[in-house]
């Protein structure tokens, strides 16, 4: 079994959904007390964010591949970056580093291709939705990416920032979710995107009937795929 290396803390709610699912999956793959072999960094959140509001990337960067090489040192063989907003620089950092950082937006574009979809609606941050690293990089794998506008983006933003990350969940906040997300099936999305890792606390695909892709859930399963490719 390989090392999974986890930077997380953004916020640490979601990073608490990673930790469970890949440690259920561990365990349910290799039967009896299995468990991942999992080395993690969380982050101040507030910090970060903090960073993300006044536009210092390279900062950020800088930062995300100084704990990536912490954690290689440690013995991580793969990197999650547990968030989706940070893949805007996670090319940046694999770059600078030794061992694979498991791209979010990729191993989710598979997960789309193999339902046969050509167009998603994007939910996310404001940074995942209004700039563009996300809808190029699924562009490549030939994935149209239709986003809210923007007075639902920057509801959708409000509520991850002001409620998920803290992990309050409100039945208003997911009628508004399910209204918006009824508004880009109507223009034309074959599936959604949960393109935040604290959205699934809310939104659950039980509630709809158009497929809804789960970022936490699908990376948290990449990283196990990788793990045991040799078990």
């Known amino acids: 079994m390989k090392t999974i290396g986890l930077i ?7 990073t608490l959904e990673y ?4 440690n259920e999956l561990v ?3 290799l039967g009896d007390l299995s468990s991942a072999k999992i080395i993690m960094y969380s982050v101040n959140f507030e910090e970060v964010l903090e960073l993300m509001r006044n536009g210092k990337w390279q900062e950020l960067t800088d930062l995300m591949v100084e704990i990536a ?7 991580a063989e793969v990197i999650l970056i547990c968030t989706n907003t940070m893949h805007k620089i996670a090319d940046d950092v694999q770059r600078r580093i030794g061992v694979p950082v498991l791209n979010i937006i990729d191993v989710t574009a598979e997960r789309i291709r193999e339902r046969g979809l050509k167009r998603v609606g994007l939910l996310g941050t404001r940074f995942t939705m209004e700039e563009d690293f996300y809808t190029k990089r699924m562009k490549k ?3 149209e990416v239709i986003v809210p506008e923007k007075d639902e983006i920057d509801i959708i933003h409000n ?5 998920l990350c803290l992990g ?11 209204k918006i997300i009824h508004n880009l099936v109507s223009k034309g999305s074959e599936g959604i995107v949960l393109g935040c890792t604290e959205i699934p606390l809310l939104i659950k695909q039980e509630d709809f ?3 809804l892709f789960d970022t936490t859930r699908i990376h948290a399963e990449a990283a196990v795929d990788f793990a045991l490719q040799e078990v």
């Not at 930790?19 to 890949?22: D, F, G, Q």
């Not at 090489?69 to 440690?74: F, Q």
């Not at 509520?159 to 409620?163: F, K, P």
């Open 8 to 14: 997380g803390g953004m916020s640490w709610q979601s």
């Open 69 to 75: 090489r912490k954690l290689e040192r440690c013995g």
């Open 19 to 22: 930790y469970r699912i890949i």
């Open 209 to 211: 009937s158009v497929p």
């Open 141 to 143: 794998h030939g994935i």
């Open 168 to 178: 309050i969940i409100k039945d208003d906040s997911k009628r508004v979710f399910k």
């Open 159 to 163: 509520i991850i920032i002001r409620e």
């Open 27 to 29: 365990c349910k793959r």
